[in-house]
Structure formats: structure tokens, C-alpha cells
């Protein structure tokens, strides 16, 4: 898989122009209208932010590929290259439910380009997803080490507001079809809010469950870890649940975390984690040599 790699990081971005052009740069045109469209609304302002989060997060995905192709190896080039797998994979799946609509309800003549670009961009995140780094995060609990560093409450800050802007981008929906068909602003409610819901179950279930980080525990360092129990699909589901609770988002500013506590789950710096036992036998046993 990881002779695949070098091609399947350069077909990415090659990929996301071809679609873009055969769609007439439709998300960009809509985005232009928006921008230059005197009357302001809420749902204006807010439809100008998701374009806007969605058009850079597809320039990242066109430049950080090359990016990381191109950089000499170093901590550098594997933070690029957590960032440029986990946008592909989580991106693509979640991305995937929008996909399998528009089969059914554009005419496949106009629609197969995006079938093919769909089933690139779905084997392309398989063999990323599989060409793991040297150090994947393993599955911690936290109960079996005695010395562990919890996440800041600024960094679960920091969690909050930047995953929220990633995920806006992330389940961004949109037909490129219909995009003139109706007023932009009518098309930006779309999905209804129960298809949102799911995208953002979805978004941080397959994050936490896969990487066992969302985009911007990458930056922060840090990663999901079980308190009693490995943090297995059950635990993250029910952690991704108790997110769905009025408010719980801000619940971490007074030491709440519910979706820590409801689902045996916590949030601790990667590779934090130390074995005193371990450590105090490896020291002697060096000493005996």
C-alpha cells in the first residue's frame, strides 16, 4: 500500500480541479453571489461562512498532498501527513451518505463524473487510512499508568471552536445541480437539521473511533483514552451521544466533560501516558549490566 501513497497524494488534488471544472466553479460562483448580494441576512451570513470554510478546506487538500510529497522527513512532514489523512478519510465517509443521494435523484449522464471521483476519493482514504504512521495512538486506559496529562481546559477550548469550524466544512451539503435552480439561500438549508444531526454523529464517531483524535486534537496532541476500559466502538458511541445534550459542548468549562464521564472516556496528551513500574525495572536492570 504504501507504493500506492506517492500517486494516490498526487491524483488528490488533480481530482478535486477536474471536479471543480466540471462543475463550472458552481461553489464558487455561489459563494461570489453571496459576497456581492447587498441584502444581509442571518442565514446569508451564515451560508457565506460554511462556502467559505468549505472552498479553503478543498485548497488544503489540493496543496498539503504536494506539500508533504515535496518536505524532507521530520516531525514536520508527519504532522502534514496526520492532517492530510485524517481530512481524506474522515471527509470521504462522512461526506460518502451525500454522495449515494445524488446517484438516485441526478440523471447518471450528468452525474457520472462525480460517481467515478466518489469511488477515487473512497479507495484513495482505504490506502491512506492503512499506511498508518510509525506511531499510531494506541488504546490507552488511563487506570493502568500512574502518571497521565490530561487535556488543558484551553486546549478542550481550542477542540471546540476549531472542530466545529472543521466540521462545518466537513458536512457541508450541496447540490452543484440545483445551485441556480432555487435561491442560494434556500439551497444552504439544505441538509434538514435530522441530516445534519447524523453527519455530526457521524464526524465524531468515525474521528474518535478510527483516530482516536478529532482535526484539532492533531494539533493539540491529543487523544481519546479509556478511564475503566479501552475506548472501544461502544464507549465512543456513547461519547459521541452524550455530545448531542443542550449546552454539553461548554459543559469542560466547569469540569463537567459528560461525554467523558457518560461514556468511561477521557481526553490526555498523546504519549503522556508513563509506566513507573516498567521505567524503575528498566533503570535497574541497566544498572545490573
Same mark, same amino acid.
Given at each position: 500500500?504504501?507504493?500506492?501513497?506517492?500517486?494516490?497524494?498526487?491524483?488528490?488534488?488533480?481530482?478535486?480541479?477536474?471536479?471543480?471544472?466540471?462543475?463550472?466553479?458552481?461553489?464558487?460562483?455561489?459563494?461570489?453571489?453571496?459576497?456581492?448580494?447587498?441584502?444581509?441576512?442571518?442565514?446569508?451570513?451564515?451560508?457565506? &461562512?460554511?462556502?467559505?470554510?468549505? $472552498? /479553503?478546506?478543498?485548497?488544503?487538500?489540493? !496543496? @498539503?498532498?504536494?506539500? =508533504? %510529497? *515535496?518536505?524532507?522527513?521530520?516531525?514536520?512532514?508527519?504532522?502534514?501527513?496526520?492532517?492530510?489523512?485524517?481530512?481524506?478519510?474522515?471527509?470521504?465517509?462522512?461526506?460518502?451518505?451525500?454522495?449515494?443521494?445524488?446517484?438516485?435523484?441526478?440523471?447518471?449522464?450528468?452525474?457520472?463524473?462525480?460517481?467515478?471521483?466518489?469511488?477515487?476519493?473512497?479507495?484513495?482514504?482505504?490506502?491512506?487510512?492503512?499506511?498508518?504512521?510509525?506511531?499510531?495512538?494506541?488504546?490507552?486506559?488511563?487506570?493502568?499508568?500512574? &502518571?497521565?496529562?490530561?487535556?488543558? $481546559? /484551553?486546549?478542550?477550548?481550542?477542540?471546540? !471552536? @476549531?472542530?466545529?469550524? =472543521? %466540521? *462545518?466544512?466537513?458536512?457541508?451539503?450541496?447540490?452543484?445541480?440545483?445551485?441556480?435552480?432555487?435561491?442560494?439561500?434556500?439551497?444552504?438549508?439544505?441538509?434538514?437539521?435530522?441530516?445534519?444531526?447524523?453527519?455530526?454523529?457521524?464526524?465524531?464517531?468515525?474521528?474518535?473511533?478510527?483516530?482516536?483524535?478529532?482535526?484539532?486534537?492533531?494539533?493539540?496532541?491529543?487523544?481519546?483514552?479509556?478511564?475503566?476500559?479501552?475506548?472501544?466502538?461502544?464507549?465512543?458511541?456513547?461519547?459521541?451521544?452524550?455530545?448531542? &445534550?443542550?449546552?454539553?459542548?461548554?459543559?469542560?468549562?466547569?469540569?463537567?466533560?459528560?461525554?467523558?464521564?457518560?461514556?468511561?472516556?477521557?481526553?490526555?496528551?498523546?504519549?503522556?501516558?508513563?509506566?513507573?513500574?516498567?521505567?524503575?525495572?528498566?533503570?535497574?536492570?541497566?544498572?545490573?549490566?
Amino acid at each position: 500500500m504504501k507504493k500506492q501513497l506517492p500517486i494516490l497524494l498526487i491524483l488528490i488534488p488533480v481530482v478535486n480541479c477536474l471536479l471543480i471544472v466540471k462543475a463550472q466553479f458552481a461553489a464558487q460562483r455561489v459563494l461570489f453571489y453571496l459576497l456581492t448580494d447587498s441584502e444581509f441576512t442571518p442565514l446569508r451570513c451564515f451560508s457565506i &461562512i460554511r462556502f467559505v470554510l468549505y $472552498t /479553503l478546506a478543498s485548497l488544503v487538500m489540493m !496543496v @498539503l498532498p504536494i506539500v =508533504f %510529497l *515535496l518536505m524532507p522527513e521530520g516531525a514536520l512532514r508527519k504532522k502534514i501527513y496526520a492532517v492530510v489523512r485524517y481530512i481524506a478519510v474522515i471527509s470521504c465517509l462522512v461526506g460518502l451518505p451525500e454522495w449515494v443521494r445524488q446517484s438516485f435523484v441526478v440523471p447518471f449522464a450528468d452525474n457520472w463524473p462525480y460517481i467515478l471521483g466518489a469511488l477515487f476519493f473512497l479507495y484513495a482514504s482505504f490506502i491512506i487510512y492503512n499506511v498508518k504512521p510509525e506511531k499510531d495512538i494506541p488504546l490507552i486506559v488511563v487506570q493502568q499508568y500512574p &502518571i497521565v496529562a490530561h487535556t488543558s $481546559t /484551553l486546549h478542550r477550548a481550542y477542540h471546540l !471552536v @476549531l472542530d466545529t469550524l =472543521f %466540521l *462545518l466544512s466537513a458536512t457541508y451539503t450541496w447540490d452543484p445541480y440545483f445551485v441556480f435552480a432555487i435561491s442560494p439561500e434556500d439551497n444552504q438549508v439544505l441538509p434538514e437539521t435530522g441530516y445534519l444531526l447524523f453527519q455530526i454523529i457521524l464526524f465524531y464517531f468515525l474521528s474518535e473511533l478510527l483516530f482516536r483524535q478529532t482535526f484539532t486534537k492533531i494539533f493539540t496532541n491529543s487523544c481519546v483514552a479509556g478511564t475503566n476500559g479501552p475506548p472501544v466502538a461502544s464507549k465512543i458511541l456513547w461519547r459521541t451521544l452524550s455530545r448531542l &445534550i443542550p449546552l454539553e459542548a461548554l459543559s469542560f468549562l466547569f469540569g463537567g466533560n459528560f461525554h467523558d464521564q457518560f461514556s468511561g472516556t477521557t481526553v490526555v496528551y498523546n504519549g503522556s501516558w508513563k509506566d513507573m513500574v516498567f521505567e524503575d525495572e528498566e533503570v535497574q536492570l541497566q544498572q545490573q549490566n
